[in-house]
């Protein structure tokens, strides 16, 4: 009869560790399984969480026939190692009466329900302790001494399966680690096959390309690209081919902007190309930043160099004006020679007037910062510009935002940066157009912006980068500084100026003040005073 119960016992636990991979459901099913074919009352199972030299530390993790009360007193189980040895090496299975329980409520539940002793079993597995099984040993099936060999058997079966559960559970753990980090890469990631099929997508690709289930088993040309083949600058169909690493960068096909794109091989265990993992980057902003630092450093390297040059000229210049004038006074010209004189007195002074502005540029006035409302600079710039709008066939869209904070600037040079750009603007259509002039409050990243769009003949394509660049100009009469002061003045302020533009359609400059975060107020904490109540805990 009794070896028909332990024949059970092993069969239930068998059964109940197959039921579920999971460490948790194991260790719960295998506990009631034995207590509930001998018929014990109580049972708890510890496992090992830290181990030293002096001690062992044990976490209950499954446990049958206590309450709640109970339960919180006996979470936690501390043994010395040298007892811990034991178990291990001398006696895998230990009987030891009630009365040693070093847990005062356990031992008076215990006592209340007859209970006298307890059985003790070393789980483990590949002569490795990794905790303890404790039963009470009551009912009608009492297990004696001579039964340790089966209860070590019992022992060493939940060993093994807590050691595969746990194998388990930490697979499992890495599986939704890795799950978790694929999709919170702020960038899109494919996988491909060798067909050209997507196989994969994190969820930065599904906001960028559209749902999953229309990207998974599409060819990856016609989500990419819109084509049926790909083009010639490719990483992923590179990396198919050459079955290398392959890296690239430039505007995306789709919708331009500046990318830098990365495809990597991935082989299977005989060494042939499984997929590709494909990941881009969008870098526009960052490539727009490294380019205006580019242009800053430069602007200082020549504003030195402007400034010595120009004082250079202006003391020669300023001789050659005085003489050109008491020469004037001095001769009597006829007609023709009159108009050469005035040509000389008009040249010099657009001569002083280059000086004038590469002295500026140089060496620019610092700037007076008070809080100024951004509208309030543009209803003055508009006004000033009034009378050159109206000459010059202009049709003004003025949208300006309600309700913006005021940012700290200096209102005159502000408006010097405004009115060049609406000057600019306005030279860009010769024959007339429409100027729309707008402001606005964006969320991310927090600025205050300033749009300046007309329907003029557009910058080329080759003069993009070389705008701000002082001195270069297409205008007949301009001397190239305009824009090269006005981002001076800007990267003083910590604002810079974006540009979008194509030829014949126009242009768009926006003007980006950056705002502080608005941090939010958190309120002191009480004094100890100030306390309602005390803090109780959960379980009586």
């Known amino acids: 009869m009794r070896q028909h119960h332990e024949l059970q016992i092993l069969f239930d636990i068998s059964s109940a560790l197959h039921c579920s991979p999971h460490l948790q459901d194991v260790l719960q099913r295998a506990l009631m399984s034995i207590l509930g074919t001998l018929k014990f009352k109580m049972g708890a199972i510890y496992l090992a969480r830290e181990t030293s030299d002096e001690q062992w530390l044990l976490e209950l993790a499954a446990h049958h026939g206590f309450s709640a009360t109970l339960l919180n007193c006996i979470q936690f189980l501390s043994i010395p190692t040298n007892l811990m040895d034991k178990y291990h090496h001398q006696q895998p299975v230990r009987w030891f009466p009630a009365t040693k329980i ?82 919170a890469i702020q960038h899109s990631i494919f996988l491909v096959d060798r067909r050209m099929r997507i196989y994969r997508v994190n969820r930065t690709s599904e906001m960028v390309y559209g749902k999953v289930e229309d990207l998974l088993g599409k060819k990856y040309t016609q989500i990419l690209y819109g084509k049926d083949q790909p083009h010639l600058e490719c990483p992923i169909w590179a990396c198919l081919w050459g079955g290398q690493p392959v890296q690239r960068e ?26 590709v993992v494909y990941y881009e980057k ?14 800053t450093e430069r602007l200082k390297a020549l504003g030195t160099l402007a400034a010595g040059i120009a004082h250079e000229i202006r003391n020669p210049l300023a001789t050659i004006n005085f003489n050109t004038q008491m020469l004037q006074r001095e001769l009597h010209l006829d007609a023709a020679q009159q108009q050469m004189f005035d ?67 200096d209102f005159s040079q502000i408006c010097q940066v405004v009115m060049n750009v609406i000057i600019n603007a306005i030279e860009s259509m010769p024959n007339g157009g429409n100027l729309t002039v707008a402001t606005e409050r964006q969320a991310d990243p927090p600025s205050l912006v300033l749009q300046v769009a007309d329907t003029g003949t557009g910058i080329l394509e080759e003069d993009k980068d070389r705008i701000f660049d002082p001195f270069f100009t297409r205008k007949p009469e301009g001397t190239g500084m305009g824009l090269s002061i006005s981002r001076q003045i800007l990267e003083k302020h910590g604002a810079f100026v974006d540009v979008e533009t194509e030829p014949g359609k126009g242009t768009t400059f926006r003007i980006i003040f950056p705002l502080k975060p608005v941090v939010p107020q958190i309120e002191p904490a009480p004094e100890p005073g100030d306390a309602i109540m005390e803090s109780k805990p959960a379980i009586q």
């Open 343 to 409: 040509d000389v007195v008009k040249e010099i002074r657009k001569m002083d007037r280059i000086v004038q502005q590469v002295l500026h540029f140089a060496r620019p006035r610092e700037p007076q910062f008070q809080p100024n409302q951004l509208n309030e600079v543009v209803r003055y710039c508009m006004d000033m510009a009034k009378a050159y709008l109206v000459k010059a066939n202009v049709v003004v869209c003025l949208d300006t935002s309600d309700g913006l904070p005021s940012v700290v600037m």
């Open 102 to 183: 070093t847990f005062t409520a356990l031992r008076e539940r215990m006592e209340e329900e007859g209970i006298e002793e307890i059985i003790c079993i070393s789980l483990m597995s590949q002569k490795k302790v990794l905790g303890l099984l404790y039963v009470t040993n009551d009912g009608a099936l009492q297990l004696k001494p001579d039964r340790s060999e089966f209860l070590t058997t019992i022992g060493q079966q939940l060993g093994v399966s807590i050691q595969n559960a746990q194998l388990f559970d930490s697979v499992e753990r890495a599986k939704s680690e890795l799950e978790i980090s694929f999709d």
């Open 250 to 275: 430039g505007p995306h096909p789709r919708w331009g902007g500046y990318y830098h794109y990365y495809a990597f091989p991935v082989f299977n265990p005989t060494g042939s190309l499984e997929r």
């Open 282 to 295: 969008d870098a526009t902003e960052a490539r727009k930043l490294e380019q205006r630092l580019q242009q």
